[in-house]
């Protein structure tokens, strides 16, 4: 459909010493979509490592997608597959993955990330089109 929005916001009160893996799976079909991922980090000082993922698929054009995730290995996939649609995706701490497919024209993909040991991979264009 068009012009929906969705959030999905995961994480651990303050305090919890659990370790946790959060996934999030979002597909929207359609134009003007707009989807968030928020996945929080544990409580600082808890010897528990993170592990979220986030996968996002959006299919149409005019959609957003913003994904927030803090602590370690979390992984980040999104693909959109239509004209002018953004990616924006924010991850903190260390060993995380970012990865952006959007195919079609006038896209705009950001990636930022803190930390060390992280790696980010954008792939934009139309498949077989040079």
Known sequence: GTDNNSLIEQGLPVG???????????????????????QSEN????????????????????????????????KANVTQDGDFNISTITQSDIGNTAEVSQFSNGNVSTITQSGVGNNATVTQGTPGVN
Do not use: Y
Request: proline content about 4%; glycine content about 12%.
């Open 43 to 74: 409580d600082p000082g808890t010897p528990n490592i993170d592990q979220n993922l986030a996968e996002l698929v959006q299919g149409g054009s005019d959609n957003q997608s913003f994904i927030t995730q803090g602590g370690q290995l979390n």
């Open 16 to 38: 919890s010493t659990a370790g946790r893996t959060n996934v999030a799976n979002i597909q929207q079909i359609g134009d003007r979509n707009l989807s968030e991922v928020r």
